[in-house]
């Protein structure tokens, strides 16, 4: 069994910077792709970034030079850098990674975390 365990979120304000984690745990042989998506109230989850096992990124215009998605294959773990954080950033953020296991190739979800941008 595989589990993702998100950390990082919480309040800051517009302009401020956070930081999220996700790592994964478990009979893990390989981590293919890590992505973070996020969903605001009311609205579909959307992707925000990904990042493939080379280390290629791909981001979400609307967080385009403002975020920054690594990951530390050592640790299983993907990070969200976020800076500049506006209010429409306001959202719980998920953590999404394509694994191969014991059981084969399956994707797996972290629980979320709330991210709120607020003066």
């Known amino acids: 069994q595989v589990q993702l365990v998100e950390s990082g979120g919480g309040l800051v304000q517009p302009g401020g910077s956070l930081r999220l984690s996700c790592a994964a745990s478990g009979r893990i042989f390989r981590i293919h792709n890590m992505a973070w998506y996020r969903q605001a109230p009311g609205k579909q989850r959307e992707l925000a970034a990904i990042i493939n096992s080379s280390g290629s990124t791909n981001y979400a215009d609307s967080v385009k030079d403002r975020f920054t998605i690594s990951r530390d294959n050592a640790k299983n773990t993907v990070y969200l850098q976020m800076n500049s954080l506006k209010p429409e950033d306001t959202a719980v953020y998920y953590c999404?990674?394509?694994?191969?296991?014991?059981?084969?190739?399956?994707?797996?979800w972290g629980q979320g975390t709330q991210v709120t941008v607020s003066a």
């Open positions: 999404y990674q394509v694994i191969s296991g014991a059981n084969g190739l399956y994707y797996y």
